[in-house]
């Protein structure tokens, strides 16, 4: 097993994406390249690499969507490499999630000092896309979840309260911090949006509901999702 770091790079043009291969494997960095949203998305839940340079036209869309993808479960550095200069994108990139930009054309020097900060900055983050307690496997990179082995089908809220679950596992999450977190709004009189959902989360990923193993109450304050046991 190699400790060198793992650059997933996200481009479609072939001659780029060859360029970064280049210079990136001769300052020993390991390299994976996507050149579409679809394979960028699963490229980064499968390899979790160090650091993310991503592209922002692609074939089939935009890296934003990406970026916002990877930031649903992880706080890998991501660095926007783009051929759009206005402040505009730098902004929207930014405030999706990026860690920083640059435009092309670049220096080689610059990109690989970028990728350098980036790794400083990150060291000893580690995120984990799949979390998997006794039989519940949650997939938060690809967006599925299992019980027992078999898909469960989460709306896209059921999906956003248990992804929130899931990345504070084993903590209690209050129902003021779920009804903020998942719906944008803070106010006593809709902690029964919490409930219901909830009720309705459980009917799919636990196997009794009366006794939940996974997703536990805290009577009068909130919900935990169970931390899976070390063994
Ligand atoms: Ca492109």
Redesign the pocket.
Known sequence: MSHEPLIAVV???SRMASFFRTLLSSHHYRVVIASTSVEAIAMVTSFVPEVVLL????PDGDGIAVLRRVREWSSIAVIVVS?RTSEEEKVRALDAGADDYLTKPFGAQELLARIRVALRQRKGQVDVPVLRIHELEINLGLRQVQLRGVEVHLTPLEFKILGLLTRHVGKVLTHQQILQEVWGINAESKFHYVRVHVAQLRRKIELDCARPRYLLTEAGVGYRLRAPERD
């Open positions: 481009e479609d043009d592209d922002l036209g692609l051929a």
